[in-house]
């Protein structure tokens, strides 16, 4: 089964998940501290995923790119509207975060990274699961910990993790028809470089050292893909 994988990482997001929801009482010194180590945490992950980049001029532009992209269509915006509707149908006991920033943020935590895109090719193309399972158990962990700080919003990441590690492995099935394996491994390599900045930028914004607006540099993920395919070309 293609999806095995997938659901199986969705299925421990919201284990850890909804665990993390009964830990949301804890004092608020004690979340604070929490949060500092989770943000520093963050910050590793990003810049160990960010320097395996081979070509920096293709993650800049994708930057550029993805940043003017999701500033015309004012798509962090739009996440936060749709984050807090979704809050809005839910009880959430955590004032201090809203359900959009969970949400945000889990989302790329979850979703940006090596093991996220390898895992879910492994899953297409070969059949094996144990990336995307060993994710999913890292996943679960890091959810407990999200949500007794970030609340309900993270639970809502699930659905995006699933859509999009679902989509790949389903490309997957065919990518090998379309993409030389040598062009893949070096699309991976950049658009994990990119993931990592956004993360990186996670972790600053959760130490409030920053307010960037990860949201409107999303499309920056899908621009890497672009911009590196013309400069193949080139």
Not at 18 to 32: A, D
Request: net charge negative.
């Amino acid at each position: 089964m293609v999806l095995l994988g997938t659901l199986i990482n969705g299925a421990l997001i919201i284990i850890g998940s909804v665990l993390g929801l009964f830990f949301t009482k804890i004092p608020e010194r004690y979340k604070e501290t929490v949060m500092h180590g989770i943000g520093l945490a963050v910050m590793l992950i990003g810049l160990q995923m960010a320097i395996a980049t081979d070509q920096i001029i293709i993650v800049l532009l994708s930057l550029l790119s993805g940043a003017i992209i999701g500033e015309f269509i004012h798509l962090e915006e739009g996440l936060n509207r749709l984050g807090n509707w979704i809050g809005s149908k839910f009880t959430t006991t955590n004032n201090n975060f809203s359900v959009a920033q969970g949400f945000i943020t889990a989302t790329l935590i979850f979703c940006i990274g090596a093991m996220a895109i390898i895992g879910a090719l492994d899953s297409g193309i070969r059949g094996d699961h144990e990336v995307l399972i060993t994710k999913g158990v890292i996943d679960g962990f890091t959810a407990l910990v999200l949500t007794t700080t970030l609340g309900f919003g993270v639970v809502i990441s699930v659905i995006p993790v699933v859509l999009y590690q679902g989509a790949i492995a389903l490309f997957a099935t065919q990518i090998e028809k379309w993409l030389p394996e040598a062009f893949l491994n070096g699309l991976i390599v950049e658009v994990t470089a990119v993931g990592g900045l956004l993360v990186l930028a996670i972790g600053l914004n959760l130490l409030k050292i920053t307010n960037i607006r990860i949201g409107n540099l999303l499309p920056s993920i899908v621009t890497v893909g672009i911009i590196y395919y013309i400069y193949q070309l080139i």
